[in-house]
C-alpha cells in the first residue's frame, strides 16, 4: 500500500473514531511508522496529509465508515478491541484519597466535569475521599464570588461526593513553613538573578551566582522577601540537576512577590507560593494517594518529585488524560466574566453559555456528565469535537437518566383555536408517562381545540389526520370534520398525528432556547402538577425545565 491509500486509511480511522472528524496530527505517528523515510521531507509530508484529511472530514460518517469497512476493515476490529467500558483499577488503592483543583477566575464549566467526574467516580468505586482545592495564590485572577460557585457546582456535579473544601490562600503559613525548610536543608536558594541572567545560565547548564550562597545569605535573603524586595526582584528556586535535558526543570522557581491585593486575604501576604510548591505541599498534607490530570502537567509531576524526594514524603500515583478541545465552544472564564461585566450575557447562568449552572438550570442531570466522562475513559489521546457532537453525545446520556421520570405534557407553540365539526363532548385522562404513571392528565374536550398554525398548514385535503390519543377528522375546504375514534383506521388511512389543547383552560407558557430566544404559547392545565426543578418533556418538541410558575409558566430548553 503507497503512503496516499495508508494515511487515507488511518484518516478514515480516526474520523470512525472520533466523531466523523480527523485530526492531522492524530495520525502522523503511524504513517512515519509505515513510511519512516518522510521524515526527511515534513513540509511535503504536512501537506499531503492535511490535503487528505481534508478529503476525509467533507464525507458523511455514514461514508467514512462504509469506505473504512471496505478498504481497512482490521482497523475496526482493532477499535472496537480497544473500546473498554468502566473505569479502569487504580495501583495501590487500599486508600484512595483525591482531589480535583480549580482556580477561582469562574465557576465550572463543561471543560472541567470530565476531569472532576473521573476522580469523583474513581472515590466512589474505592469508598474513597474527595476534596476540592481551590487554587488562588495568583491574586491577579480572582473573581472573589467563585469560591461559592466552585464548592456548588462541584456538590451538584459530583452528587454530594466531595468531602471538603480547602482554599490554598487560607494555607500560606504551611508554604512557608516548608519553605524554610528546604532553604536549611540546602534544597533551595533565593535567586536575584533578572529572569534573562537565570536563563542564560540554566540553557548553558550553568548555575546563577546565587546558587551556592552560604546558608546564612540565603536565609537573610528569605526574610528580605517578606520586607524590602520588591516584586520580580528575588525569587525563590528549587535545586534540581543542571543537566537535565529540559531547561525549564532546572532550578524551578517555587516562591515569589506578588503585591497586588488579594480578594481574600486582601495585603496579609506579599510572598506567594507558585504552583508546584502549593501543589506538593497539600498533596502531602491532605494524603493524596492519587491524582487525575491533564497530560501537559507532566513536566510538573516531574518538579514536585524534587520537593516530595528533599522531604522524604510518599509521592502520589499520578493519572494523565488528554485535553477535550472544544473547536466551537468558549470556556473561558476570565472571557465570558468580561462579558458578564459588559451585559453581554445576564450571569454565570445565562442559557447561552457552557457553565454547569446554566445546563444544570437546563435540565441537565450530573449523571449525564458523568457518563460521558466514563465514556470517554482515563485517556492521554486529545479529543477535539465540535460543539454539535459533543452536545449530541452528553444529550444522549442525560437523554437516558431523564426520559424515565420526565412527565409528559402538551405545549402548543403559536396556536391557533379551530373546530372540528361534529366531535363528540368527552372527559379523556391520558397518562403522565406511558411506562410509569398511568393517567393524570385530564381533559374536557368538545369541537373546539387549539393546535400550532404549522401542524395546520400541513394538513391535506380529504386526509385523515389524528389528535393524538383522541381522534380522527379530515380536513375539507378549510373545514374540519371529525371522522372516527378508532386509532385502527388512523393506521390504515391516516397521514399525520399532531398534539393538541382543549379551547379553554390552558396555561401561558414560555420557553427559553439555547440561543436567549423565547418561545411562546399554551400548555395544557395538567402543568400545574409539576413543580419547579422539574424536567417534563412536552410532547414533540423537547425535553424541559421549569424554572418558574406564575401567571406565565417559564421553562429553560434542554434538548431533543
Given at each position: 500500500?503507497?503512503?496516499?491509500?495508508?494515511?487515507?486509511?488511518?484518516?478514515?480511522?480516526?474520523?470512525?473514531?472520533?466523531?466523523?472528524?480527523?485530526?492531522?496530527?492524530?495520525?502522523?505517528?503511524?504513517?512515519?511508522?509505515?513510511?519512516?523515510?518522510?521524515?526527511?521531507?515534513?513540509?511535503?509530508?504536512?501537506?499531503?496529509i492535511e490535503q487528505i484529511v481534508?478529503?476525509?472530514?467533507?464525507?458523511?460518517?455514514?461514508s467514512q465508515l462504509r469506505e473504512l469497512q471496505s478498504v481497512a476493515p482490521e482497523?475496526?476490529?482493532?477499535?472496537?478491541?480497544?473500546?473498554?467500558?468502566?473505569?479502569?483499577?487504580?495501583?495501590?488503592?487500599?486508600?484512595?484519597?483525591?482531589?480535583?483543583?480549580?482556580?477561582?477566575?469562574?465557576?465550572?464549566?463543561?471543560?472541567?466535569?470530565?476531569?472532576?467526574?473521573?476522580?469523583?467516580?474513581?472515590?466512589?468505586?474505592?469508598?474513597?475521599?474527595?476534596?476540592?482545592?481551590?487554587?488562588?495564590?495568583?491574586?491577579?485572577?480572582?473573581?472573589?464570588?467563585?469560591?461559592?460557585?466552585?464548592?456548588?457546582?462541584?456538590?451538584w456535579l459530583t452528587k454530594n461526593n466531595v468531602a471538603k473544601v480547602f482554599i490554598q490562600s487560607d494555607r500560606i503559613e504551611e508554604y512557608y513553613k516548608c519553605a524554610e525548610k528546604l532553604i536549611g536543608m540546602g534544597a533551595a536558594y533565593i535567586c536575584t538573578c533578572t529572569p534573562d541572567d537565570f536563563r542564560s545560565a540554566a540553557v548553558k547548564k550553568k548555575a546563577c551566582p546565587c546558587r551556592e550562597l552560604p546558608l546564612k545569605e540565603q536565609k537573610h535573603r528569605y526574610r528580605r522577601m517578606f520586607s524590602d524586595y520588591g516584586e520580580g526582584e528575588a525569587v525563590m528556586r528549587v535545586k534540581t540537576s543542571l543537566d537535565d535535558p529540559n531547561p525549564a526543570m532546572r532550578d524551578?522557581?517555587?516562591?515569589?512577590?506578588?503585591?497586588?491585593?488579594?480578594?481574600?486575604?486582601?495585603?496579609?501576604?506579599?510572598?506567594?507560593?507558585?504552583?508546584?510548591?502549593?501543589?506538593?505541599?497539600?498533596?502531602?498534607?491532605?494524603?493524596?494517594?492519587?491524582?487525575?490530570?491533564?497530560?501537559?502537567?507532566?513536566?510538573?509531576?516531574?518538579?514536585?518529585?524534587f520537593a516530595f524526594e528533599y522531604l522524604k514524603w510518599k509521592m502520589p500515583?499520578?493519572?494523565?488524560?488528554?485535553?477535550?478541545?472544544?473547536?466551537?465552544?468558549?470556556?473561558?472564564?476570565?472571557?465570558?466574566?468580561?462579558a458578564i461585566e459588559l451585559g453581554k450575557y445576564d450571569g454565570w447562568d445565562d442559557i447561552r453559555i457552557p457553565f454547569l449552572r446554566a445546563l444544570k438550570r437546563r435540565g441537565y442531570s450530573p449523571d449525564a456528565f458523568i457518563k460521558y466522562a466514563i465514556d470517554v475513559g482515563v485517556t492521554q489521546n486529545d479529543k477535539y469535537v465540535t460543539g454539535e457532537e459533543f452536545f449530541k453525545n452528553l444529550n444522549a446520556f442525560n437523554r437516558d437518566v431523564i426520559d424515565p421520570i420526565s412527565k409528559r405534557f402538551f405545549f402548543i407553540h403559536?396556536?391557533?383555536?379551530?373546530?372540528?365539526?361534529?366531535?363528540?363532548?368527552?372527559?379523556?385522562?391520558?397518562?403522565?408517562h406511558p411506562d410509569s404513571i398511568k393517567g393524570g392528565r385530564k381533559f374536557s374536550v368538545g369541537e373546539k381545540f387549539i393546535l400550532s398554525k404549522k401542524d395546520l398548514s400541513e394538513l391535506k385535503e380529504g386526509e385523515i389526520a389524528r389528535l393524538m390519543d383522541?381522534?380522527?377528522?379530515?380536513?375539507?375546504?378549510?373545514?374540519?370534520?371529525?371522522?372516527?375514534?378508532?386509532?385502527?383506521?388512523?393506521?390504515?388511512?391516516?397521514?399525520?398525528?399532531?398534539?393538541?389543547?382543549?379551547?379553554?383552560?390552558?396555561?401561558?407558557?414560555?420557553?427559553?432556547?439555547p440561543d436567549g430566544s423565547i418561545i411562546s404559547g399554551l400548555g395544557e392545565s395538567s402543568l400545574k402538577l409539576a413543580e419547579v426543578d422539574d424536567t417534563v418533556q412536552f410532547e414533540r418538541f423537547g425535553f424541559c425545565r421549569l424554572d418558574s410558575k406564575n401567571e406565565v409558566y417559564t421553562f429553560w430548553f434542554a434538548h431533543k
Open positions: 500500500m503507497d503512503i496516499n491509500s495508508s494515511t487515507r486509511k488511518y484518516a478514515l480511522h480516526n474520523a470512525v473514531k472520533f466523531g466523523g472528524k480527523a485530526s492531522s496530527k492524530a495520525i502522523v505517528g503511524r504513517i512515519l511508522a509505515e513510511f519512516p523515510e518522510w521524515r526527511n521531507k515534513p513540509k511535503e509530508l504536512s501537506e499531503k481534508s478529503e476525509v472530514n467533507a464525507l458523511s460518517p455514514e482497523l475496526l476490529h482493532e477499535q472496537k478491541k480497544e473500546k473498554k467500558t468502566g473505569l479502569p483499577d487504580l495501583d495501590d488503592a487500599k486508600k484512595v484519597v483525591m482531589r480535583f483543583a480549580p482556580s477561582p477566575s469562574g465557576p465550572l464549566h463543561i471543560g472541567h466535569a470530565y476531569v472532576l467526574s473521573l476522580n469523583s467516580e474513581f472515590c466512589r468505586k474505592y469508598n474513597g475521599t474527595l476534596y476540592i482545592r481551590i487554587e488562588d495564590t495568583n491574586p491577579e485572577n480572582i473573581n472573589p464570588e467563585s469560591y461559592k460557585l466552585i464548592e456548588e457546582d462541584a456538590q524551578w522557581p517555587a516562591m515569589r512577590i506578588n503585591l497586588h491585593e488579594h480578594p481574600r486575604q486582601k495585603s496579609k501576604y506579599r510572598v506567594w507560593p507558585l504552583m508546584n510548591l502549593a501543589v506538593a505541599v497539600d498533596d502531602h498534607d491532605f494524603g493524596i494517594t492519587h491524582t487525575i490530570r491533564a497530560k501537559d502537567h507532566m513536566d510538573n509531576e516531574k518538579k514536585q518529585r500515583h499520578h493519572l494523565y488524560v488528554g485535553r477535550i478541545n472544544f473547536k466551537d465552544i468558549k470556556i473561558s472564564a476570565s472571557e465570558t466574566r468580561r403559536d396556536p391557533a383555536e379551530v373546530a372540528i365539526k361534529g366531535a363528540p363532548k368527552s372527559s379523556v385522562e391520558l397518562d403522565l383522541l381522534l380522527n377528522f379530515r380536513k375539507s375546504k378549510n373545514e374540519f370534520t371529525f371522522d372516527s375514534r378508532e386509532y385502527e383506521k388512523y393506521k390504515k388511512e391516516g397521514k399525520k398525528i399532531i398534539h393538541w389543547l382543549p379551547a379553554d383552560g390552558n396555561i401561558k407558557v414560555q420557553v427559553k432556547m
